[in-house]
């Protein structure tokens, strides 16, 4: 006679941690998840800096100070999103460092992370506060991207899935836009509120059929509004493509990735060494700095603490924090002028 062992059930082991072990366990890792990037780094091959030299980039600069620069900088790289459209209150405080910059005779870029918005719309929100600015100051999405198609895939038809502002600076730059899949050579993604499963079948078709290759402007996954509430980031739409397609994205030009400082210092006099960004956030922007050796100063204007840029990694952290724009030139400079 034949033994039988019996059935012995199966026991999930995460059964055996007690409850509030999990629930500890499962909060720790959202506190985590939040505090980590909110952008993918790219993957894709061909990157001409490799992550050694990065890091030695990032161990090169200062540690995270609380006090201004006690020196003036070569060149100034201010994200302006926060000035116009975070209702921060600091447009009093950009008026007064440009006209310090002004006087020194250095050189100024203003960056905006935001594809819905056009050069000419930043150049005349500018001009309404006061402060005149010329076009090759300005640093938007459109204008990275028109600078990267061109290079990159001179001639190419693009498929453009973004907001019709960002369409606009892309056509006027010469960037052929095309919607027919078996003519399209590249698929762009940008924020897109009125992204559809249309957009989505067309970007489908010219990759899985017409082998069109897809390229992001930015690999964020949340996106802040104006107002300080988040929303989706492009992230969302680059992925249901790709598992669409199973694709990957060969090219992400948003932050923490260099291309946009790349294309800032073709035609700026200045080394990266000796130039200061400066923003009001915590994340992308600061990485990216730092991955390129650019100094960071985070200004406290929004909801963004001291406590907080404590608690981020070295690499994550931003060489000055201040309680004000007008901080960024040194007191002894300002007295003088």
């Known amino acids: 006679m034949r033994f039988q062992m019996p059935e012995i059930p199966k026991i999930n082991p995460k059964a055996l941690i007690p409850d509030e072990v999990r629930e500890r366990f499962a909060r720790k890792t959202a506190e985590k998840a939040d505090e980590a990037a909110t952008e993918r780094v790219s993957t894709a091959p061909g990157t001409d800096v490799g992550e050694k030299e990065i890091s030695q980039r990032i161990a090169d600069l200062d540690v995270m100070v609380q006090e201004p620069p006690q020196r003036v900088f070569d060149a100034y790289l201010l994200n302006i999103d926060a000035t116009l459209y975070a209702g921060t209150q600091l447009m009093p405080e950009m008026k007064t460092v440009i006209d310090v910059l002004d006087e020194l005779r250095r050189p100024v870029r203003y960056l905006s992370m935001m594809s819905t918005v056009s050069t000419d719309a930043l150049i005349e929100a500018m001009a309404k506060e006061g402060v005149a600015i010329e076009p090759h100051q300005i640093v938007t999405p459109g204008r990275q991207l028109s600078n990267y198609l061109h290079k990159s895939y001179p001639g190419a038809n693009v498929f453009v899935i973004g907001d019709d502002t960002l369409s606009a600076e892309l056509s006027s730059a ?7 899949p078996a003519k399209i050579n590249v698929v762009l993604v940008a924020h897109d509120r009125n992204f559809t499963f249309d957009k989505l079948a067309t970007a489908f078709r010219a990759i899985d059929e017409n082998g069109a290759e897809l390229v992001a402007s930015s690999l964020r996954r949340v996106r802040r509004q104006p107002d300080g509430t988040r929303e989706p980031g492009t992230l969302s739409i680059v992925t249901a493509i790709e598992v669409a397609t199973r ?11 260099t291309d946009l400082l790349e294309m800032i210092f073709e035609d700026l006099a200045a080394e990266p060494q000796d130039a200061l960004l400066v923003t ?3 994340g992308a922007d600061i990485r990216m700095a730092k991955r390129f050796g650019i100094p960071t100063a985070l200004i406290l204007a929004g909801d963004v603490t001291i406590d907080d840029a404590r608690n981020r990694q070295e690499k994550d952290q931003p060489n000055y924090v201040l309680d004000s724009l007008d901080s960024i030139v040194p007191p ?4 003088q002028l």
């Open 247 to 257: 694709k990957r994205v060969v090219k992400n030009l948003g932050a923490p990735e």
């Open 332 to 335: 002894y400079i300002k007295d």
């Open 280 to 282: 009001d956030s915590l």
């Open 174 to 180: 010469g960037i052929k836009l095309c919607d027919d």
